[in-house]
């Protein structure tokens, strides 16, 4: 299952995976999209994707946040913003209950493998984000293709992980491909902006800092395995789905907005 948000990455994804596909017809080939429910923005990008799988005919569903967790985005921003700061942006509720959602959705349409389209430029600036977070050894557990931890969560694999954002954009222009073109409206709130301006000012000074981030979290990776515990997850106690505490983030987070 492709993850398809609509945007340049995962049309195009969709599109190199759909055309490959035909050479290995004995594979299950599908697409999904997460709707977190972000007015004006969203609506649009589920429009773009659905459109893209009908003329590549490839299976395609929809979950969302209202479904899964019973808010949307939009819902949970303005709780936010009314009960006054957390420290937490949009952002960190989105990234959080969008892995949940993929995963339940690419479980739930009985899927071995989760492809995402994260490029050369997220990826580097994922990197740089855990060490900025303090979390350097996440490193370790946010590779290519992901290591099977747990029946319950589907495999990740990252197959534009080496392409820059720029090359992406050059294909699907070149290939006449339709994507979502506006950035979401909760963009410019996360830290992740701060740490692009900062590697593409250094990318265009310094041609190949992209590539360089990434090879040398490569090399530094096997160490940071090596030496990182065994991670043991057991079910959340609210919800069932695998977690390293006894609730799961999406659930705490949902149930400080007491939401539950
Ligand atoms: Fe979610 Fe933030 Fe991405 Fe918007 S920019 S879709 S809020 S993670
Ligand atoms: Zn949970």
Redesign the pocket.
């Known amino acids: 299952m492709v993850a398809v948000s609509g945007g340049k990455d995962s049309v195009t994804l969709l599109h190199i995976l759909a055309k490959i596909e035909k050479s290995f017809p004995d594979v299950v080939f599908c697409a999904g999209t997460v709707d977190?429910g972000?007015r004006d923005y969203r609506d649009e990008a589920l429009r773009i994707a659905e459109r893209n799988c009908r003329k590549l005919g490839v299976d395609y569903v929809v979950t969302s946040f209202k479904e899964l967790f019973g808010y949307e985005?939009d819902e949970i921003v303005e709780l936010i913003r009314r009960r006054g700061e957390n420290g937490l942006t949009?952002?960190s509720y989105?990234?959080v209950l969008?892995r949940k959602a993929l995963n339940i959705m690419a479980r739930d349409a009985g899927v071995d493998k989760l492809v995402t389209a994260h490029n050369l430029d997220d990826e580097t600036q994922t990197m740089l984000l855990n060490v900025v977070h303090g979390d350097p050894m996440r490193i370790a557990r946010s590779k290519p293709v992901l290591n099977v931890i747990h029946p319950k969560l589907v495999q990740r694999v990252k197959p534009l992980c080496m392409v820059p954002e720029k090359e992406v954009v050059l294909y699907a222009y070149l290939k006449g491909i339709e994507f979502q073109c506006i950035?979401?409206?909760?963009?410019r709130?996360?830290l992740r902006n701060d740490i692009r301006d900062m590697l593409n000012r250094m990318e265009h000074k310094h041609a190949g800092t992209l590539f360089t981030v990434f090879r040398s979290m490569e090399k530094i990776r096997p160490a940071l395995e090596a030496f990182a515990e065994e991670v043991k997850l057991h079910d959340c106690k609210l919800c069932g789905e695998p977690t390293v505490r006894d609730i799961c983030r999406a659930c705490e987070m949902l149930q400080e907005l007491k939401v539950l």
């Open positions: 977190e972000i985005l949009p952002c989105c990234g969008r950035d979401c409206p909760y963009a709130t996360a």
